[in-house]
């Protein structure tokens, strides 16, 4: 009664989900094992191990939160926030008000300090509000794929390591696809996402923290109900302990640990996935993967502006990414988008809030930024331009972006 | 660096996760869609339709939540508690202590009842407990793995309806094995495991609530910060607001809903393999899936008693795809299950809390429940036993279970 699933082949530049690597797919077929088979536990220590240096990190927990990217924030601020705890989020795009609202819900004090969406904070700025509200946390994003804009992190982190705050970092869309130095940036815990330059599916969300966090953690820990030895006792109260159940990190450490106690059950056919791109990354090379994916940015970019088309945002603080693209005045950007998408396959972005109907955003991420995906783009984008109207600079993109291939004008 | 994924193929009996259909790993190697490309939102259409097939309801909501199932539970017990709200947990086994973890932790006044373990309650017995505390909610397993007990709940769910409580149940271990009629039992909301009788990998929580929940959660609906229209106002302060943006299931009908407002990005892969397990439930029909079930096993438990091992639990409440084995005196359970899995690359499971080392749990659940695994661990078991010395009449059980599929002992 109902059909086989059948399904377009795109191309997918937006900032995430982007197309998955073929390999990571085929891991997926892999069949299931049981979640405390020995075989399946040495998978899991060794996606942590993985984990570690794609983060960059010495830290001894990295695993992933089995849910979608934003369930590996909630899970460490649900984790760390008590009620009434001040957090600071300082905010340059969308993503800042999602680590608000999680704070919120939590029960957070939260301070917001603003910049302008397209600009991202000086370091000095926020330090002098982490000195004058002394938050306990500081939760900010590092890469905004709202505007395209990257955050650098290292003088906020090592402030507030000084002034003993938690820096918590939300990588999402930058982990795999540009530097996410952990322990070099003082970051306490970190997300990152799968959906994005891993080239995973989205559904893990891959987190790590360090004894700072831990210590905080284990004040907070309560074992499960049902799970405690008959004969121990256990508090029933509320008290200090985690307000979720599916995102205590408290009782994840003792099931990514060695006591492993029950609790979820890992989801793993997307743990296979999730090892797999992970094998993939390390296997290239962080600073190999990182230059790629800079290539492909600049042919991008050189293509863009060669048609005569205005990038949006301070090329500064440039997320590596994502490209962000002024809509020229009296073109409707959803026409244009759906004409990309019905008639080339290719599928781009739009974007949120203030920025909704300004700028189309194409992402550059993981097994999505390659060669033919950056120039089948910019010859789609130029064609449909000229079906709305636009006055570009015919037959120059795609030009510009083979130059940059060939290497006549490296950046 | 790191090598491929390569594991064994192991033949899983216990009551999850269970051996992935293989047409379901197919399905995850699809290619990936763009969340909010149309031929992505008319999947999670189609996806949400056969759901309610599955769930037997006439509900317009039925989505996955994305993650395990624990996280479908608590997406809907913590979108629907207020702190202080009062819930009954009649608890008969490891989940019902979760479901009152979960309601307490989201600030419940939680009320327990309890039965010995291995039973399950008399209707009359929670309906009147409903009638003395009048509690807002009543929550509560319907097939409890860890006993492998099944609750009659249609008396329960009529009651719950003329006193206008909710009543929210825990389908994890049965959906897709054997009934669950959410609309003829009076089930407000249910949820589901995909890793169970659906053969699905774990990492999706199927759920359907009807109007009487969709009400409650309108009242407690709120517009995410950062989404919201740039000129709209909206509450900042907590309010009713429903503690976990992640879990709110007021957001989750509008991401599921024609407004496509975006919320997490959907795990594609795993709604692939969801879609494509329900589709392949569907097409063998439920009554016969649920027969199905029911002949596997009689014929283990056919073999079981034959072998001279004890079942443990009430017959009369046996939940149909899990069956408990007493273990035999002064036998270890867990080096025959260590045994099983190193020789015959069988796992079957062991139970939790007071029944930890009492009993093996053998579970016979979706695409793992079929001849060839009912042989092939009757056999094993067998074999196994000897090897650690207990007297089992031996020969009897594979030929006891051969008589139930050559029919001449049909149950």
């Known amino acids: 009664m109902y059909k086989e699933l059948n399904t377009s082949m795109r191309t997918i530049l937006t900032p995430g989900p982007v197309e998955a690597e073929p390999r990571v797919l085929r891991a997926m077929c892999t069949p299931i094992l049981g979640q405390f088979d020995p075989e399946f536990t040495a998978i899991m220590n060794e996606t942590m191990e993985m984990l570690r240096k794609l983060f960059q990190t010495n830290n001894h927990w990295a695993f992933p939160v089995d849910g979608t990217s934003r369930a590996g924030i909630e899970a460490v601020l649900g984790s760390l926030i008590e009620p009434g705890d001040r957090v600071l989020v300082p905010i340059y795009g969308r993503f800042g008000h999602l ?31 982490i000195e004058r509200i002394q938050p306990k946390i500081v939760a900010m994003v590092h890469g905004e794929t709202s505007t395209g804009c990257l955050q650098p992190l290292q003088e906020i982190g090592w402030a507030c390591r000084q002034m003993n705050v938690l820096f918590v970092v939300d990588a999402v869309a930058s982990i795999g696809g540009t530097d996410v130095k952990v322990d070099d940036w003082y970051i306490d815990a970190c997300i990152g996402g799968t959906q994005k330059c891993l080239s995973v599916p989205s559904g893990m969300a891959p987190i790590t923290f360090n004894s700072r966090v831990e210590a905080l953690l284990l004040e907070r820990k309560k074992i499960e109900r049902g799970l405690a030895d008959p004969d121990a006792s256990y508090s029933t109260g509320l008290g200090r302990s985690i307000r979720s159940n599916y995102f205590d990190l408290s009782q994840l450490m003792d099931y990514w640990g060695p006591a492993r106690l029950n609790h979820h059950t890992e989801a793993t056919s997307m ?19 990182f230059s790629r994916h800079r290539l492909h940015e600049t042919a991008l970019v050189q293509g863009i502006k060669a048609m005569g088309l205005e990038l949006y945002g301070d090329p500064a603080c440039k997320l590596p990414v994502v490209t962000c693209i002024s809509i020229p005045d009296g073109v409707n950007g959803e026409s244009v988008r759906a004409m990309l998408l019905e008639d ?68």
């Not at 809030?353 to 010859?379: E, F």
């Not at 709305?388 to 993109?397: K, L, N, P, R």
């Open 344 to 411: 080339f396959h290719i599928e781009i972005a739009s974007s949120f809030g203030p920025l909704k109907g300004k700028i189309w955003r194409i992402g550059t991420m993981g097994y999505s930024c390659r060669k033919k995906n950056i120039l089948h783009v910019l010859g789609a984008l130029e064609a449909v331009l000229i079906r709305h109207g636009v006055d570009v600079h015919t037959g120059q993109a795609v030009q510009a972006a083979l130059d940059v291939y060939h290497g006549e004008k490296p950046q």
């Open 99 to 129: 680590l608000t609202e999680i704070s919120e819900r939590y029960g957070a004090d939260v301070v917001t300090m603003e910049t302008t969406w397209g600009k991202v904070f000086d370091p000095a700025a926020v330090i002098n509000e």
């Open 271 to 289: 743990l296979y996935a999730l090892r797999e791109g992970v094998r993939i990354v390390l296997e290239e090379g962080l600073e190999e993967r």
